[in-house]
């Protein structure tokens, strides 16, 4: 019997796999896997969230109108050149849709956000993968790997799930050496963990320059990952051509409340940085520390961090013996580092009970 068949290039797709939300044996522990934010989200967008249920037999504003608007007021931005999406996956998604297919490449790095090779299959191009450097983007690298098939660039700064940041000067050389046929894609989910002096200049190219393409999500500093909500910034062409393919009604009513309520709430965002500046540096010593045992802090701007195990305690072991203590980190073994966990900022006690974790089963390995 024949049955329908799906497409080489989708049957190519190593499927999107989340972090955990509970241990093996079905126990909910503190979840230091999926980058969220431990202080919970504003009591300004829950209580907007609440009021968007009122009218559920209403589809929400397909235009996303005033949440456009409040986007644009705080960054200074035409509104009118606002995506939003389904978390900023959705934007992703629609990039390599409407700029890449059968025939063209769409170009990132090495320990690249995974979702960038999923979006690149879907649409039956071909993904190239350049070197990194010390887990960092490589501006050299990506050059080097454009061909005249190079249709999309991914760049996430910080990068996911390696937390490295690239400087704007090197953004902005990434750009200049591109042809002017490429979109560059800068994916800003981390960007508001970010202090003022390592804005990347991305949002001012978007502004300026006919192919470039930033995205941001609610889901990080807003503490708004259960809606899905993301927006990204380019020109007016490039907006166009997305929206020719995105979903339709694709951000609920609710979500889009609760969205401009956390971005109003600037003492929530404040608050959540300088909690994840002070454990972010504090768990990266603590890691250091236990350089003697083999692990091994990536530098991070994100809010989390990249441990790498180069002596007898494998991640493999660690992940294990660190679920079994109460905490699940993100190990990744299909990105190619299965020598490393990520393990996301918690809460001050979250955090503390990591490193102690992480303390003894490195002492324990030898």
């Known amino acids: 019997m024949t049955a329908p068949r799906p497409k080489d290039w989708i049957k190519g797709i190593a499927p999107y796999v989340p972090g955990r939300s509970t241990t093996a044996d079905g126990r909910k522990v503190a979840k230091l896997s999926s980058n969220e934010n431990p202080l919970g989200t504003s009591q300004h967008a829950e209580a907007a969230f609440a009021a968007g249920g009122a009218n559920l037999s209403r589809y929400p504003d397909a235009?996303?109108?005033?949440?456009?608007?409040?986007?644009?007021?705080?960054?200074?931005?035409?509104?009118?050149?606002?995506?939003?999406?389904?978390?900023?996956?959705?934007?992703?998604?629609?990039?390599?849709?409407?700029?890449?297919?059968?025939?063209?490449?769409?170009?990132?790095?090495?320990?690249?956000?995974?979702?960038?090779?999923?979006?690149?299959?879907?649409?039956?191009?071909?993904?190239?993968?350049?070197?990194?450097?010390?887990?960092?983007?490589?501006?050299?690298?990506?050059?080097?790997?454009?061909?005249?098939?190079?249709?999309?660039?991914?760049?996430?700064?910080?990068?996911?799930?390696?937390?490295?940041?690239?400087?704007?000067a090197e953004i902005a050389r990434l750009h200049a050496g591109l042809p002017a046929d490429v979109l560059l894609v800068l994916d800003q989910a981390y960007a508001e963990y970010l202090g003022a002096a390592d804005d990347d200049g991305g949002l001012a190219l978007a502004v300026s320059a006919p192919n470039v393409l930033v995205t941001r999500t609610f889901s990080k500093i807003y503490g708004l990952a259960a809606e899905r909500i993301g927006w990204g910034y380019a020109s007016a062409e490039i907006i166009d051509a997305l929206h020719r393919i995105r979903a339709p009604f694709n951000v609920t009513t609710a979500g889009q409340n609760a969205a401009i309520a956390a971005f109003a709430d600037d003492d929530f965002v404040a608050g959540s940085r300088a909690h994840n500046d002070e454990w972010l540096a504090w768990f990266t010593a603590q890691v250091e520390s236990l350089g003697n045992k083999g692990l091994r802090a990536v530098p991070s701007k994100a809010n989390f961090l990249l441990v790498l195990f180069e002596g007898p305690l494998t991640a493999e072991a660690a992940y294990n013996g660190l679920m079994e203590r109460g905490y699940i980190t993100r190990w990744l073994p299909g990105q190619g580092l299965g020598h490393g966990l990520r393990i996301t900022i918690g809460t001050e006690e979250e955090t503390r009970g990591v490193a102690d974790a992480l303390r003894e089963l490195a002492e324990a390995a030898g």
């Open 63 to 168: 235009s996303a109108a005033a949440l456009r608007e409040a986007i644009a007021a705080k960054y200074g931005l035409d509104p009118a050149r606002v995506i939003y999406g389904t978390g900023s996956d959705e934007i992703l998604h629609l990039a390599a849709g409407a700029f890449a297919g059968v025939g063209d490449e769409v170009l990132f790095v090495r320990y690249g956000f995974a979702v960038y090779e999923i979006a690149t299959r879907r649409v039956g191009a071909t993904p190239v993968i350049a070197p990194d450097t010390d887990y960092a983007t490589d501006v050299d690298a990506l050059l080097a790997a454009v061909t005249p098939n190079t249709r999309v660039v991914f760049v996430a700064n910080p990068n996911n799930p390696t937390g490295t940041y690239t400087p704007a």
